[in-house]
Each structure stands twice: as structure tokens, then as C-alpha cells.
């Protein structure tokens, strides 16, 4: 394997950290702290360094949540990935995983929805969510992805790619 | 009141009551595995709380919160906003990174879903 083209191929694209494979909450946990490390040492402002890291742990904690309440492929058919890179002077930060074809016409949905809204409606959307009762043995509160818009400047843009049988791989990126 | 004295970790606030002073703090970061979980017991010693106290100040000072932990910190609100109604004497410190702006407006929101006494305080 020619971990050095792996590693131009990242840096080309901007990438300052990566992590692919099984999310646990000790590595989310890990990274982000090298996350934050990472970007004050580059002296940009408190506020934008917090943006990065919340849209980096919804994203990852997302991913891990949503594994633990589906059944996916194991092993590396499973494996998931978030990066964080420079963009035109803002930093993004972008997930993938394994999905059931079954959740993504809802996902996209949900996300098409977020991108309709403006500052305001963002705000009273994200109000509306946390009032709503929690879903039985959801390990989220729904809020994940408006918390992240209200960070962002740009539009949450997301791809979906078909895998063999029921699954898809589905990624998310966010500017911050 | 029983007491409660739950510890820091690096993704979890320590959330401890004083009896002295009557103030259940909560202080660092909260994005922990599971928030519900985590802030399950501090929602049962708070509806506790409640009935068996006359007042009680919630001083809060987490720098981050996650969206789940933004939930259950509104759900902690609305159980003072409940026994307020009924002549429970509330109220909330919250302390918020004056160097961060989002902060202050998060506090802001908080502030808006409740009509207790609910001071904002900046922190260096």
C-alpha cells in the first residue's frame, strides 16, 4: 500500500486530520483534543476553533450513534471516516459511513430541509427539536445537524454512493 | 437532600449540590457517550430536589455543550420552571467564554425558555 500517495492525496485536498475505521467515544474524544490543539496553535479565534470541534464531535458522535442502532457489515465493509480539512480560508469537516438504502431518502430529506431554513428558522426549528419528547432508544436528540448549520456559513452538502445488497455509503461535509 | 457529587471527565461536566449554599454547580464540558444516560440521575435528584428543598441556585459554567446535552439542560430547566410556578424559589448563574460569541447567545436562548430569576455572567 503506498501510504504516501495516500497521504499527498489528503494534503492535496487540504486535509489536516483524519481518522477511518470503527468510531468509539474514546477516539472521537481523542481526536477532537487534537482537533483543538491542532487549531489554536494556528492562533485563529476561540469561536472559530469551538465551531470546528462542535461541527467535528456531532458529526462523529452521529456516525457512532447511528452504527450502534442499525445492523451494518462488520469489519472494514463497515468502517467509517471523518476528516478535517482547510477550505478557502474556513475549515471543513466531513463524514462517511455505511447506511441502510432504506434511511437515506429520510436523511436527505431532513438535511434538504435544514438548508431551506435562514438564521431565524434555524433558531426556531433547533427550539422546536429540543422541546420535542425523545424517540425510544435514540441515542441523539435530532439537533446534530441544525446545531452544525447554525455554525455554518455554507449549505450542508452531502453524496450518496451504492453499495452491493442494502447498503449505501453516505457523506456529509460541513463548512465552518 | 441526598447528595450528589458527580466528577469531571474530559467529555463530562462535574455536577456537584453544596447543601450550604443551596447551589447544584455544573462545570466543564459536556459531550459525553451518551447524554441521557449521563444526565439521567442529576434529573432525578433534581425533581427530588424540588419537593424537598424551598430554593435551590443552578450554577452552570460548561464551555462546551453538545446539541444532546443542550437537551438535557433544558429538560433540567423545565423542572425548575415547573416548581417555580408552584412558589419554588429558582434561579440560575450562568456563566458563559465572553471571548466566544456564540456562548452568549446560547445563554440568551436558554434564558428565554424560562421566567425565573436567570443571570448572565461573563467569564474571561
Redesign the interface.
Known amino acids: 500500500m503506498d501510504l504516501f500517495a495516500i497521504r499527498e492525496e489528503l494534503s492535496k485536498s487540504g486535509v489536516m486530520i483524519c481518522f477511518t475505521g470503527p468510531f468509539s467515544?474514546s477516539i472521537i474524544?481523542e481526536i477532537?483534543?487534537a482537533v483543538r490543539n491542532h487549531l489554536s496553535a494556528e492562533n485563529i479565534?476561540?469561536?472559530a476553533v469551538?465551531?470546528v470541534?462542535?461541527a467535528y464531535?456531532?458529526l462523529a458522535?452521529n456516525v457512532k450513534n447511528y452504527c450502534a442502532t442499525r445492523t451494518l457489515p462488520t469489519g472494514d465493509q463497515g468502517s467509517s471516516i471523518i476528516t478535517i480539512a482547510r477550505k478557502n480560508g474556513r475549515y471543513q469537516v466531513s463524514s462517511g459511513n455505511v447506511v441502510l438504502r432504506e434511511d437515506i431518502p429520510p436523511l436527505l430529506a431532513n438535511i434538504d430541509s435544514i438548508n431551506a431554513l435562514d438564521p431565524a428558522g434555524l433558531?426556531a426549528r433547533y427550539?422546536e427539536q429540543?422541546?420535542k419528547d425523545?424517540q425510544p432508544g435514540a441515542?441523539?436528540?435530532g439537533?446534530?445537524l441544525?446545531?452544525i448549520a447554525r455554525?455554518s456559513p455554507e449549505k450542508l452538502s452531502y453524496s450518496v454512493r451504492d453499495l452491493d445488497g442494502k447498503y449505501a455509503f453516505f457523506s456529509l461535509a460541513a463548512t465552518v | 437532600m441526598q447528595p450528589l457529587d458527580i466528577a469531571m471527565t474530559s467529555t463530562s461536566p462535574e455536577i456537584a449540590y453544596d447543601a450550604q449554599t443551596s447551589t447544584l454547580r455544573i462545570s466543564g464540558e459536556s459531550y459525553p457517550e451518551n447524554s441521557f444516560e449521563f444526565y439521567d440521575p442529576v434529573m432525578r435528584w433534581l425533581r427530588e430536589a424540588v419537593a424537598a428543598l424551598d430554593s435551590l441556585r443552578l450554577d452552570i459554567h460548561v464551555s462546551y455543550m453538545n446539541s444532546s446535552s443542550t437537551k438535557c439542560m433544558l429538560d433540567l430547566l423545565d423542572i425548575l420552571e415547573e416548581a417555580s410556578a408552584k412558589g419554588f424559589a429558582a434561579s440560575v448563574l450562568w456563566r458563559y467564554d465572553s471571548e466566544n460569541p456564540r456562548a452568549l447567545d446560547l445563554a440568551e436562548e436558554f434564558q428565554e425558555e424560562v421566567t425565573f430569576e436567570f443571570n448572565l455572567v461573563p467569564q474571561e
Open positions: 467515544h474524544d477532537g483534543q479565534a476561540k469561536a469551538m465551531d470541534f462542535a464531535i456531532e458522535q433558531k427550539k429540543m422541546r425523545r441515542l441523539g436528540a439537533l446534530g441544525l446545531d455554525r
